[in-house]
């Protein structure tokens, strides 16, 4: 059994429960804001996602008592163009709360970082002020995917595909995916490499697919080769949680595009 088949077991529970309690919140204090998916693209800079990520199965704690608030705003000074929320409270120790704190305190548009597995969940992430979901193409099968695909953006919501392979990568072509996350982490073993984003973007020809490079982006070297690799944003989670310095950091990821990529 993977962590993913683990987390979706415990999703099956949660998703029934919701079912039994969840009252839909009233949206109309929701802001909107526009898709990341033209101005990602229009762009002279790496977008970054800068994560909110209290813990994680592949390295226990790694700051459970931040404020997200705090920390979002922060990052929103800095220069991220949106803000990815952590939201499972098993694994990652996060929570929807989170994501409504967050949603209070900035303006960027939010990602609801979760293992959705059912239109329950994408409403509940609408209502606490998600602009984005996640979609996990290792943890649905086809056609669920396209349902949840469709039932998000029928909502107005950009959806971020998140591949870890070759097949997963054709599955989301094939859905007519616009926005590909291609995620270094191996699930099976925790391995994070960037050579998969590198391997993956070259496979995707259509030019109009934003795709994110997402995990183990800590520093400047790691954003050339993403961009090299023709990612337009990355999803940066612990660098950011544990740096003391996030300035600095995020002086080192958000470079300027250069303009020769590979794809
Ligand atoms: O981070 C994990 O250990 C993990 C394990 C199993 C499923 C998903 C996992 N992480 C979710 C993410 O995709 C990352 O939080 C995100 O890409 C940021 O990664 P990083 O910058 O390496 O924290």
């Not at 762009?43 to 970054?48: E, G």
């Not at 967050?102 to 959705?116: G, H, N, Q």
């Not at 949680?241 to 958000?254: C, E, H, P, V, Y």
Request: hydrophobic share 45%; glycine share 4%.
């Amino acid at each position: 059994m993977t962590i993913l088949d683990e987390i979706i077991a415990e999703k099956v529970k949660e998703v029934q429960v919701l079912k039994e309690t969840y009252v839909s919140e009233n949206q109309d204090r929701l802001e909107k804001v526009d898709s990341i998916f033209d101005s990602f693209q229009k762009s002279k800079t790496m977008n970054i996602i800068a994560e909110i990520k209290r813990a994680s199965p592949s390295k226990g704690d790694i700051h459970l008592h931040v404020n997200p608030a705090e920390q979002a705003k922060r990052y929103a000074e800095l220069g991220a163009n949106a803000i990815s929320v952590l939201t499972d409270e098993t694994f990652f120790k996060g929570s929807m709360d989170d994501l409504k704190e967050v949603r209070a305190a900035v303006s960027l548009p939010i990602l609801c970082k979760d293992f959705i597995i059912d239109e329950i969940q994408i409403d509940r992430a609408k209502a606490f002020g998600a602009n984005i979901i996640l979609l996990i193409v290792a943890a649905l099968s086809k056609h669920r995917m396209k349902q949840l695909y469709n039932y998000a953006t029928s909502l107005g919501l950009d959806v971020l595909v998140e591949v870890h392979d070759e097949i997963e990568l054709e599955a989301a072509i094939e859905l007519n995916a616009k926005i590909i996350g291609i995620n270094n982490r191996n699930l099976k073993t925790f391995k994070v490499d960037l050579t998969t984003t590198e391997r993956l973007a070259k496979l995707v020809v259509d030019k109009n697919i934003l795709l994110i490079g997402e995990s183990g982006i800590k520093e400047e070297k790691d954003v050339e080769r993403m961009e090299q690799a023709g990612v337009k944003g990355i999803l940066v989670g612990e660098t950011l949680m544990r740096s003391t310095d996030l300035a600095a950091i995020f002086n080192q990821l958000k470079t300027p595009f250069k303009s020769m990529v590979k794809r």
